[in-house]
Nanobody, 121 residues
């Protein structure tokens, strides 16, 4: 089985920065796309950013220029650097990854347990 564990959330003032990390562990042969999603109270979970194994990135329009996603393939880790944070960025942030447990198996999508990010005004 594969586990994703996020860290780095917390409380920050508007304009501040946080860096989220997510480590994938367990029986992993390879990891394809990794990403971050978020869910604010009363809202649906939404895409924040994704990154392919080759480093191609994709961002939601409302975080472009403020957030940067990166990954360390050797450590099965994905990061989210969040700058110029706004109160509307307040949400639970979830790590997501498509993993293969064997060379011949298909990709299976996994989620972390989430980490709270709160931005005060």
């Amino acid at each position: 089985q594969v586990q994703l564990v996020e860290s780095g959330g917390g409380l920050v003032q508007a304009g501040g920065s946080l860096r989220l990390s997510c480590v994938a562990s367990g029986r992993i042969f390879s990891i394809n796309d990794m990403g971050w999603y978020r869910q604010a109270p009363g809202k649906q979970r939404e895409l924040v950013a994704t990154i392919s194994s080759g480093g191609t990135t994709n961002y939601a329009d409302n975080v472009k220029g403020r957030f940067t996603i990166s990954r360390d393939n050797a450590k099965n880790t994905v990061f989210l650097q969040m700058n110029s944070l706004k109160p509307e960025d307040t949400a639970v942030y979830y790590c997501n990854a498509d993993c293969k447990v064997r060379s011949f198996s298909r990709n299976v999508n996994y989620w972390g347990q989430g980490t709270q990010v709160t931005v005060s005004s």
